[in-house]
């Protein structure tokens, strides 16, 4: 049973990275269509600004929101200079884009700061409590930094007029240029806030998996089930969804270990995490495919 | 009076397709003007031109300044609210969202409250709704939606397309009431596109007739009415 709880929160804590990484995609998605395959590298590039500023001796919580606003600009940047001259392309010449940008960032982390691993130390205070055997104060305090840029961002969308602009932009381009939206900067501020929300998420996780350029490879993955399983359309249920996949993949291995202590036979384990996490996305998707809480639009004709 | 919206010699294209091939006219500030045609005529593509949803070749002023080949937003941001075909709602807004979305490029916000109460007052149907999830909407009440995101602009020059389109007669008579109120208790100037032209002439004063992307005639809404191939052609008697 204990052992049952930790897991639970543990997958929590990771489900929160997953959420994030989810967010960034969807914040992406609803207003272009598209997956950014090069989301978990930006994320990964933002964890080596960060821990730049603190071999520099800045404190974490003051590197944070430099680098996360640093990363807002290169996000901004990106959809600017390379996205929009390609605005009426064909999907496969954006998705090349997207590989070209997952490698450009990929070899340049590996080049300014090495392809070894470094450590990078929790901002979190190392401090026992009750039921801190179940969870540790890391993995609490990625949950609580999620939760509370998830709140900043929901109020951002739902009570300032440029959130508001931002999602009539999503839904209906031609309609918010008709009431004077800009929406290509609409766009890019999209892409501004999923790079900065990647550069929270990479900066936490990092403690974690350590730094090196592969950190955000399997992340990336289980953010994009997080954001299927939950859907793709809703920043919402992408959030949901990247917490039901981190408790997921944990309780899969716990009840595979389970069943090998109990009968001897083995049928899945840590090994199997991704591959069996990855099958319940395409069940969520065979059945319902707008996600689990992705909401078909009510049209009255 | 120097004309609010002047179109000379505008082409317009979608991809090869050229579906304008040289109109003109000019829009005397503060009346209605109807420009009348067939499917196909031109009449969407007219309005579309002027807000630079098409490639155009031409010239088009408003207001004296050249807006051609300028960003749709920013055409808006000068006073020209497009009430698009298909009405252009919002679907997954609420109404009250809709209609904050329209005053968004706004910064007056106590005339932005006044132009609210004023939406309500003709379409008190919308004050009633406007927790509602706009897609939920009837079609008559997404068009006086769409009316009322483009009066929030506080317009100059309202461009209305189709207005009465797939509308019961009622609403459409309520609809067209209100229009003619707004044109004048608001002093918004209206440009209007219509299927149903026996409707449009009784509320415009100026009319032209598009036919395959040209105007083949001009003049007064009543001389327009009384035109016998007019009558014919568009009236149906």
């Known amino acids: 049973m204990e052992q049952l709880i930790q897991q639970v929160a543990s997958g929590l804590a990771n489900g929160a990275i997953y959420a994030c990484l989810a967010l960034a995609l969807v914040m992406i998605f609803v207003s272009t269509d598209h997956i950014n395959f ?156 999923a790079a900065a929300i990647g550069a929270v998420a990479g900066s936490l996780v990092a403690p974690v998996v350590y730094l090196e350029p592969n950190m955000m490879a399997s992340i990336l993955l289980y953010g994009f089930a997080g954001a299927l399983v939950g859907g793709i359309s809703s920043p919402g249920g992408a959030v949901a969804g990247g917490f039901i996949v981190g408790v997921l993949e944990n309780l899969i291995a716990y009840f595979g270990n389970l069943l090998e202590k109990a009968s001897g036979f083995y049928l899945v384990g840590n090994g199997e995490k991704l591959s069996v996490a990855l099958i319940i996305v395409i069940t969520v998707l065979t059945l319902k495919p707008s996600g689990l809480f992705g909401h078909v639009t009510v049209k009255r004709v | 009076m120097a004309a609010l919206l002047e179109v000379d010699g505008l082409k317009a294209f979608y991809g090869q397709t050229q579906a304008l091939h040289d109109v003109s006219f000019s829009l005397e500030p503060g009346g209605i003007t109807t420009i009348l045609g067939a499917n196909g005529a031109g009449k969407t593509t007219t309005l579309r031109a002027i807000c630079s949803m098409v490639h155009t070749e031409g010239a088009i002023r408003f207001d004296g300044q050249s807006i051609n080949g300028r960003a749709t937003e920013e055409i808006v941001r000068l006073g020209v609210g497009h009430v698009p075909e298909g009405r252009g709602t919002f679907t997954d807004l609420s109404v009250d969202e809709n209609l904050r979305v329209a005053a968004y490029t706004r910064r007056d916000k106590a005339a932005v409250e006044r132009d609210r109460d004023m939406v309500y007052e003709y379409f008190p149907i919308l004050k009633a709704r406007l927790a509602q999830q706009a897609g939920t909407l009837s079609g008559g009440e997404q068009q006086m939606l769409a009316i009322s995101r483009a009066l929030m602009l506080a317009p100059r020059l309202m461009l209305l397309d189709e207005p009465s389109f797939g509308l019961a007669p009622l609403i459409v008579q309520e609809i067209f009431r209100i229009m003619r109120r707004i044109n004048g208790e608001a002093k918004v100037s209206m440009l209007l596109v219509e299927q149903n032209a026996a409707l449009a002439l009784d509320l415009a004063d100026h009319a032209y007739v598009l036919e395959t992307g040209r105007v083949v005639m001009s003049g007064k809404a009543s001389a327009v009415k009384s035109d016998e191939a007019i009558r014919k052609s568009y009236l149906g008697y």
């Not at chain 1, 680098?67 to 200079?81: D, K, M, P, Q, T």
């Open chain 1, 38 to 193: 090069a989301q978990g590298e930006m994320a990964m590039f933002s964890a080596y600004l960060t821990w730049q500023l603190l071999q520099w001796g800045i404190n974490f919580w003051a590197a944070l929101p430099i680098v996360a606003f640093a990363s807002f600009l290169i996000g901004v940047g990106i959809e600017r200079a390379i996205l929009r001259p390609l605005h009426s392309a064909p999907v496969l010449s954006i998705v090349v884009v997207f590989i070209g940008l997952l490698t450009i960032f990929h070899s340049l982390a590996g080049a300014i700061w090495g392809h070894t691993i470094k450590e990078f130390a929790s901002p979190f205070p190392k401090v026992t409590f009750a039921g801190s055997g179940y969870i540790g104060p890391h993995q609490i305090g990625m949950v609580v930094v999620t939760i509370l840029l998830l709140l900043a961002l929901f109020a951002f969308f739902r009570l300032t007029p440029l959130g508001l602009a931002m999602r009539a932009a999503a839904q209906n381009p031609s309609s918010a240029r008709l009431a004077g939206i800009r929406v290509d900067w609409m766009l890019a501020l999209g892409w501004g806030l």
